[in-house]
């Protein structure tokens, strides 16, 4: 499968737990970008890499969550702390900057968060 | 602050009836526009796209949406759904000069046989 994986699939925890996710985009796509669902609603921008440079963050990414993609391929996405709140389904997607005026993302499956 | 507005919440159809989703959004510059679908147990897929140009656009599957710029509106269209149609539809926006997308609360449509 050649398309954007992203791990674990599921993740429970206690309140106040750190947890980190990985997201693996299509090879050679130079874009990476992150949102997170919660039930009922679209997904959310948190933010986007393009190559390892992190070019935009949402207001709704607090301090407690930090992004990287330290060689311009994997990313990972870091939540310190845990809140309930913080439950939802975290979506990576990844596109290859060909020319404006759009770039198509393509989707992983998603992590599952819960915190208790 | 920009934002997309879809009406229908959960949309039940028999099949071979015709299907309209709503999508408006709120914002005054450019922008591209999408429709993303999620079938069951399936990652978010690209549906079809808007990004200048005919203001009637074909995607996949035989839908279509209409970009009517006066009304801010890009309404999601198919003449005959099939079971198979049955997922969640999600209406996106992005600005020309940022490559997020802003979604919509998204469509839940059920389709029976």
């Known amino acids: 499968d050649t398309g954007v994986s992203q791990d674990p699939r599921h993740k429970i925890t206690k309140r106040g737990q750190n947890v980190t996710f990985r997201c693996d985009p299509i090879s050679e796509h130079n874009r990476l970008y992150w949102y997170r669902q919660t039930l009922g609603q679209g997904p959310e921008f948190l933010t986007y890499?393009?190559?390892?440079?992190?070019?935009?963050k949402s207001r709704l990414l607090s301090d407690r969550f930090s992004a990287e993609r330290p060689k311009g391929s994997f990313s990972t996405l870091e939540i310190q702390r845990t809140e309930q709140g913080d439950s939802a389904m975290y979506l990576c997607?990844?596109?290859?900057?060909?020319?404006?005026?759009?770039?198509?993302?393509?989707f992983g499956p998603g992590t599952r968060l819960t915190v208790l | 602050a920009q934002s997309v507005s879809q009406h229908n919440h959960h949309v039940i159809l028999s099949e071979a009836a015709s299907l309209e989703l709503g999508c408006n959004y709120s914002y005054g510059g450019t922008v591209n526009l999408f429709w993303y679908v999620q079938y069951p147990g399936q990652h978010l897929q690209l549906l079809l796209k808007y990004f200048s140009g005919d203001p009637l656009v074909k995607g996949i599957k035989g839908f279509e949406a209409e970009f009517i710029k006066s009304k801010f509106s890009f309404n999601l269209r198919k003449p005959s759904v099939q079971w198979s149609d049955t997922a969640e539809y999600f209406c996106?926006?992005?600005?020309?000069?940022?490559?997020?997308?802003?979604f919509g609360t998204g469509t839940r449509l059920q389709v029976f046989p």
């Open positions: 997607a990844s596109s290859l900057v060909v020319s404006e005026p759009y770039n198509e993302q393509f």
């Open positions: 890499f393009q190559n390892e440079a992190q070019l935009e």
């Open positions: 996106a926006v992005s600005l020309r000069d940022t490559d997020k997308l802003i």
